[in-house]
């Protein structure tokens, strides 16, 4: 399974935006890779990141930019082509359409790669699959701590108060 992101769709989502938030769009788009490298939405499988870029890189030829960071490949379009378009490219182009999810919210690009059997996964609750991973289970050591100290000095209270031994 992999996983393509619609990354300016979940920078600038409105209910999670203060996540990325940041001065720049460069910080921006440095605080979704360290939120999914860090917390890991999409599990043990790939990711790839589009962006829209609105200057085209002369250097490239085929449509986009494409760099390898912290294990992620990201993907600049190349302002010819918008993410849009590179999002559904590699939809189309992929041999097994069926392993990948694509996270946006962007109703064209749902339309769009509708018919291809990819799946979908709303910017929310691809955010939220992080947040839950990074949420620690209740220690219970400390709760059984303090159920032994109340109990000590429960004892220590009678005993001291009700002059039982």
Partial sequence: MEYIIDG???IKNDKYAHLFETTTLEKSR????N?????RPQGENPVTIVFDCRNK???EFDGYNISNIIGMRIIFSDGQMR???VIVELVENSKNPADITVVTNDKGIKRRIGGSCAKISSVEDFIIKGLKKNIKKPDNTAKMAEKDTNDR???EFAEKWL???
């Fill in 8 to 10: 300016y769709n979940v």
């Fill in 30 to 33: 440095n605080n979704l890779l």
């Fill in 35 to 39: 939120f999914i490298y860090s917390n």
């Fill in 57 to 59: 890189n002369p250097y």
């Fill in 83 to 85: 993410a849009d378009d």
């Fill in 163 to 165: 002059n039982k031994k």
């Fill in 153 to 155: 000095i429960n004892k």
